[in-house]
Each structure stands twice: as structure tokens, then as C-alpha cells.
């Protein structure tokens, strides 16, 4: 398998990238950054803009689990630089509220046309844990300034680091993935860069509310573990076309597997 790496820094809940956001949370320390060995550039357009909302069920043995909703925005520029607002909200279901409720967002401004994070806010709710993160990316100095629950901390991070959120629409706006290739990403969360390796798999049919379509099974291998995981492993379906959309993901537990799938926002929001 053909190897290379991106200087990006580390994930959540790819469902916390998108399950990653969700769900998992981090708690091995963090592992050292890799050298960047080679850079891939990202399409000139985004396959996605202002006003796509992607909303997925969370099941677990069939039981309804939760809801993750991904919304990109207009957001202010930026030191005279357009930006776009990422979103992600993740619910626990009345059954698992019962026992471990869930109430999670994570808001994510970035450059529009880089896709470098700016500024990330995530307020996180997991059963009795409670946190609030505030990170303003400072890439030219190659530093954060990470505020967690009131406390801040200036940390050093690699070039072109992004956030949990950001490296998921980075991933998708990157123009060439290949079966048997892998990428190395850097993510920066909770005050920690974290190598996050993804790994495209293979060619896939699925079908969905949405119908069958064709798409790219990418594993992403994460170097700690989340509250429901057995092993730091999240598979990603994306549709193999320009738009990388992603219609599921799954994430092996203690008993079983969590999946997300996609079931509103596959077509295209309207233009306005």
C-alpha cells in the first residue's frame, strides 16, 4: 500500500470525524507528529457550500441510538478572507439518554478556500462529563491558543494543522482518493496533536434511503480510544464522486458496532 502524509493534526467522536464528533472521545496521550513527506492540494471548488445539512441516525443492534446532523454555513471573513462555518451536533436517543445521555457540539470556522481551521468551539456533554474548548489556530506562528473549562494554554502544532471537524471536509475535497493508498493526518484536540492514518480501502455499493450508489471504503485508524470503543477504528463510506459524500459510518465496540447512516441532505440544498 502506497503511503504518504498530510500536515494535519488529530480527531473525536470521522463521525467524531463524523461518530468521532459524536460519541468517542480521546483519552490516550498524544502521539508524536509525522513528518510531512508529501502535500496534496485540494479542488479549486469544495464539493460542498453554505446550506448542505447531512443528518444521520446512530443504531446500535438495530436500537436507535441518536441523531448527528453536519451543517456547513456563511460565516464572517476573516482578515479579509472568506470563511465557511462547519457544525456538528450529536443527540443521544431516550433510550441511551437513560444511561448516558449525549448532547455534543462542536462549531468549526474555516478558511473557504484552504479549509484551515480558524477557530473552533466545542461544547461537549457526555454523561457527567462536561467540558467547553475554545482553539484560535494561529498557522503562521504555528501555535493554538487553547482554552479548556477556563484554562489557556499556547501549544505548538504542525503545519497546516486542522481541527476534528475540518479534516473531514478537507478529506472530502481532496481530488484524488485511490484504492490501496493511505493518508497520515495530524489533528490538534483537546490540547493534544493526535495521527490519525486513513487508509482507502476499496470500491463499495451501498444502498440508503437515498438509493444505491457507488462509493470509497475508507478506514481511519485513531491512536487512542473513545468511551464505547474496543479499538480506535472507524470505517467511512463515501460516495466516489466529486462531492465525497459520506452516506455511513461504523465504529467497532465492546459488544457489536455503531453505525451512522446518512438519512436527509443527500441531494443538493437548492440554490437560493
Known amino acids: 500500500m502506497s503511503h504518504f502524509s498530510l500536515g494535519i493534526s488529530r480527531p473525536t467522536s470521522l463521525l467524531r470525524l463524523v461518530l468521532l464528533a459524536l460519541l ?52 464572517k ?15 443521544s436517543g431516550p433510550l441511551v439518554t437513560k444511561f448516558y445521555p449525549v448532547d455534543n457540539r462542536v462549531e468549526s470556522i474555516v478558511d473557504a478556500a484552504k ?18 474548548f475554545d482553539v484560535t489556530f494561529h498557522h503562521a506562528e504555528g501555535t493554538v491558543t ?17 481541527d476534528t471537524i475540518s479534516c473531514l471536509y478537507y478529506i472530502r475535497s481532496l481530488p484524488s482518493l485511490v484504492p490501496g493508498t493511505s493518508l497520515i493526518m495530524n489533528v490538534h484536540h483537546d490540547k493534544k496533536n493526535y495521527r490519525l492514518e486513513l487508509q482507502i480501502e ?23 480510544k473513545g468511551i464505547f470503543l474496543n479499538e480506535g ?9 466529486a462531492r465525497r459524500l459520506p452516506v455511513m459510518m461504523k465504529a467497532k465496540v465492546i459488544i457489536g458496532s455503531v453505525a451512522a447512516k446518512l438519512v436527509d441532505g443527500f441531494e443538493r440544498p437548492s440554490a437560493k
Do not use: C
Not at 233 to 241: E, L, Q, S
Open 77 to 91: 471573513p476573516i482578515q479579509g478572507r472568506a470563511t465557511l462555518r462547519l457544525l456538528t451536533t450529536a443527540t
Open 233 to 241: 477504528n472507524i470505517r467511512v463510506w463515501v460516495t466516489n464522486d
Open 146 to 162: 487553547a482554552i479548556k473549562d477556563g484554562v489557556a494554554d499556547t501549544l505548538p502544532i504542525p503545519p497546516e494543522t486542522h
Open 24 to 75: 468517542l472521545v480521546p483519552d490516550s496521550p498524544a502521539q508524536p507528529s509525522l513528518e510531512q513527506s508529501e502535500r496534496l492540494s485540494i479542488v479549486s471548488a469544495p464539493p460542498f457550500a453554505a446550506g448542505e445539512r447531512l443528518t444521520y441516525a446512530l443504531s446500535w443492534f438495530n436500537i436507535q441510538a441518536g441523531t448527528a446532523v453536519m451543517e456547513v454555513a456563511e460565516s
Open 115 to 132: 479549509l484551515s481551521p480558524q477557530h473552533l468551539v466545542f461544547r461537549r456533554r457526555e454523561g457527567k462529563r462536561k467540558n467547553d
Open 202 to 224: 476499496r470500491v463499495e455499493r451501498v444502498k440508503g434511503p437515498w438509493g444505491e450508489v457507488e462509493t470509497l471504503r475508507i478506514l481511519a485508524i485513531m491512536p487512542f
